[in-house]
């Protein structure tokens, strides 16, 4: 069974940052793309970052780049979030995904095989 576990959320001022990981386990990852998502009060579930677990290939939502930045412990088997510059617009339930099979980086939710229970970010004005 394949668990993604996110932590790291919380509270945090404008122009902030917050670190988030994403501990996953139940397989070998190699083939996967991992993902971050994001989902505020009453909007759709919206694309963050996509990377090869393998590595190589990462693609930033035009909202994060620059800011945030994905990366892997291939020996923890952990994906981390790194956000910086945080805005209010940048408040919503965060969620690390998991699509098998693939070396092409999803976008689309629907695309995702695994997802963790997600982690609230709130960034205060």
């Known amino acids: 069974q394949v668990q993604l576990i996110e932590s790291g959320g919380g509270l945090v001022q404008a122009g902030g940052s917050l670190r988030l990981s994403c501990a996953a386990s139940?397989?070998?990852?190699?083939?996967?793309?991992m993902g971050w998502f994001r989902q505020a009060p009453g909007k759709e579930r919206e694309f963050v970052v996509a990377?090869?677990?393998?590595?190589?290939?990462?693609y930033y939502a035009d909202s994060v780049k620059g800011r945030f930045t994905i990366s892997r412990d291939n020996i923890k088997n952990t994906v981390s979030l790194q956000m910086n510059s945080l805005k209010p617009e940048d408040t919503a339930v965060y969620y690390c995904?998991?699509?098998?099979?693939?070396?092409?980086?999803?976008?689309?939710?629907?695309?995702?095989?695994?997802w963790g229970q997600g982690t609230q970010v709130t960034v205060s004005s």
């Open positions: 995904a998991a699509a098998q099979g693939t070396v092409v980086l999803r976008t689309r939710a629907r695309d995702y095989d695994y």
């Open positions: 139940g397989r070998t990852f190699s083939n996967y793309v």
């Open positions: 990377t090869k677990w393998s590595g190589g290939s990462t």
